[in-house]
Every structure is written in structure tokens, then in C-alpha cells.
């Protein structure tokens, strides 16, 4: 017989694109797509997260998939909710939940009402204890940054739906800025070149696929390219057409320019001990955006400052939710 109860800490990242949660001794449990699959007609859910996210662009009528999270805010409530109960289920067959610790990370646009019902939401699985904290100190935290020193750390974590750029000391955020320039944007712009440069539609997961394998944002030796296909804007027909690395450069230039004067902004506004810091060491970029390739040597060729590319770029927010409990314990 077991008498002792085992007590776990985990963290979870509600992201626009990606839900990821962590169990502290387990690993990365969940890594799925922040995506809810609905009958239109009696808002039932259909399907959540990778199984969701495929049939984007693929639905027929009366079914819908839906990104209940848009631009750092939710955007759907009550589906916002049942996809995150549906993960926590997926995970708690291994009985996880039952007096854990649960830290999670959130965009930073959310409202208090939000907060408080992400809460109320967490709760209810059984937890002893739920933290809330924001996107860029988790990601700071899971990147390896010395967060708890008096000292200036520099994050930009380039999500789907916002950037966030901040600089953290002792535990606090001391200037940040969230702007709704990121991944889906860059997608949308690579839409949007398609169909002036090439006269063809192509939908949303095409966009991301060619962002992904080939796309850059720093000139380099190696040009790759990509044959894609879509619908001719006059004919209707499908039609397959070849784009160029340099093609889709040119593509992200004015999303990508976004990012880059929001990152001076905040660099201007950063007192200047702390600017002393972050020219030391570096800035760190962390989301999935920071694979896109090239952009580590863009931010670098822009400001002077060198940038490093976190480890596991994806992963960060949802480490760091999880060692934020740590941290806690020792303060
Ligand atoms: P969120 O925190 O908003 O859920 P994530 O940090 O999970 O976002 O990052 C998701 C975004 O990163 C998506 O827009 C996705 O297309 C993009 N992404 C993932 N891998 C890459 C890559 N290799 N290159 C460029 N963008 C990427
Ligand atoms: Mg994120």
C-alpha cells in the first residue's frame, strides 16, 4: 500500500499556435497545435490540436477549425477552455494532475478576467496551487537566463500571433513590448506575395511550410527553393509554381522590419545599466520564430549587439513555467 501522495510541478504554455505542457521528472508531455475543430451548428468539438490543425483549409460546411487564440488574446473563451481540458485529459490518464503545482505561461495581452478564468480552469483538474506568468519571463527562465540578478536580460520570443521583446531583472519585467507581428503575420505576407508575384492563391499551411523549409531573412551562399502549388487567381485551376529563397526574403522584408524597430524601441527605452548588460551579453530569441533562418544574423546586422538562438526555441516557455515553481521555492 502507497501512502504518500506524489506531488508534481508542471508547467503549461498556452501559446497562439502551440500548447505545450511539462512534468517536472517526466519531460514534455504535450506538444500540440492550439487548434479546436467545431460543428458550427451545435458548437460541438470535433477534434483538438494536431488532428484539428490538419484539417485546416480542408473542412466542409458546417465544420470549422478555429485558433480560439488570436494575436495574444483568447479570442474564444469557452473553446480556449475545452481544448485545454481536452490536452490536460490526454496527460492525466497518467494521473499527473492530483495535487501538482501548476505554473502557466500566457500571452501578455490577457486580460484580469482571463487570468482569473485560465485559473479557475486549472484548478479543476485538482491542482494545489496555480501561478500564472507571462510568455517572456517564462521563456527567459526556460532559455537559461540569469533572471533572478540584478543584472539586464534581454528576450524577444517570437511566437505565432505576437512578439514580445523584454528586458527582465530580478525576476521583473523592466521595459517590454508586445506587437502582433509574428509567425501567422509572416505567413499572411507570404500569401500575399504569392498571389501578386505568382497570380495564385495558396492557403495558410502552404505559407507555413515554405516559411519553414525555405524560408530566410539574411542573404546568404546557400539559395534554396520550393515548388508549391495553388489556385491560378484567373483560371481556377491548380498550377505549381518554383519560389526562391530571395523571393520570400523579400516577402517577410516589411513583417521582419516590424520586429527589428520594436526591438531598437525597447533597446532605446532600456536604462543604461541595464543597456551596459545586454551589449555583454547578448539578447536571447526564443519561439518558434527564432528558426527562421537568417534572422539571429539580421537583429545582429541591425543593432550591433550579438544574438543568441535559444536551445530548444519551442520549448523554452513551457521549461520555464515549469522551473518558475523552483525559483519560488528558493525565494
Ligand atoms: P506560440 O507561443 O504563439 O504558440 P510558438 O513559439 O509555438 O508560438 O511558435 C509558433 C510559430 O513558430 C508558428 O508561427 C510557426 O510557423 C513558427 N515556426 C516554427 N518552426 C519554425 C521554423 N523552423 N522557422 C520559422 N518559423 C517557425
Ligand atoms: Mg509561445
Avoid: W
Amino acid at each position: 500500500m502507497r501512502f504518500f501522495i506524489t506531488s508534481k510541478d508542471i508547467g503549461i504554455d498556452l501559446g497562439t499556435s502551440n500548447t505545450f505542457l511539462y512534468v517536472k521528472g517526466k519531460g514534455i508531455l504535450l506538444r500540440e497545435p492550439s487548434v479546436v475543430t467545431v460543428n458550427t451548428k451545435n458548437r460541438q468539438v470535433l477534434a483538438v490540436g494536431i488532428d484539428a490543425k490538419n484539417m485546416t483549409g480542408r473542412t466542409p460546411e458546417g465544420i470549422e477549425t478555429i485558433q480560439p487564440l488570436k494575436d495574444g488574446v483568447i479570442a474564444n473563451f469557452d473553446l480556449t477552455e475545452q481544448m485545454l481540458k481536452k490536452f490536460i485529459d490526454k496527460v492525466n490518464g497518467k494521473g499527473v494532475f492530483k495535487s501538482s503545482r501548476i505554473a502557466i505561461s500566457h500571452p501578455s495581452g490577457i486580460t484580469e478576467v482571463e487570468k482569473r478564468a485560465i485559473n479557475e480552469v486549472i484548478s479543476q483538474v485538482g491542482a494545489r496551487k496555480v501561478m500564472l506568468i507571462e510568455e517572456s519571463v517564462a521563456a527567459a527562465i526556460g532559455s537559461g537566463l540569469p533572471v533572478n540578478e540584478p543584472v539586464g536580460n534581454m528576450i524577444i520570443n517570437i511566437g505565432g500571433g505576437t512578439t514580445e521583446v523584454a528586458v527582465i531583472s530580478l525576476q521583473g519585467i523592466v521595459i517590454s513590448k508586445s506587437l502582433k507581428v509574428a509567425g501567422d503575420e509572416l505567413d499572411k505576407a507570404i500569401i500575399g506575395y504569392v498571389k501578386k508575384e505568382f497570380n495564385l492563391i495558396i492557403g495558410k499551411r502552404t505559407a507555413e511550410k515554405v516559411k519553414i523549409e525555405v524560408g530566410s531573412v539574411y542573404a546568404d551562399e546557400d539559395e534554396r527553393n520550393m515548388k508549391i502549388s495553388g489556385r491560378d487567381l484567373v483560371t481556377g485551376f491548380p498550377r505549381a509554381v518554383t519560389i526562391t529563397e530571395s523571393q520570400i526574403r523579400e516577402a517577410l522584408k516589411e513583417p521582419v522590419n516590424s520586429v527589428i524597430e520594436a526591438i531598437k524601441a525597447v533597446i532605446e527605452q532600456t536604462p543604461p545599466e541595464l543597456t551596459a548588460d545586454i551589449m555583454d551579453k547578448g539578447i536571447m530569441i526564443s519561439g518558434g520564430g527564432a528558426l527562421l533562418k537568417g534572422l539571429n544574423k539580421l537583429i545582429y546586422s541591425e543593432i550591433n549587439i550579438p544574438v543568441y538562438i535559444a536551445e530548444d526555441p519551442l520549448d523554452c516557455s513551457v521549461l520555464g513555467a515549469g522551473m518558475c515553481l523552483d525559483i519560488i521555492d528558493k525565494i
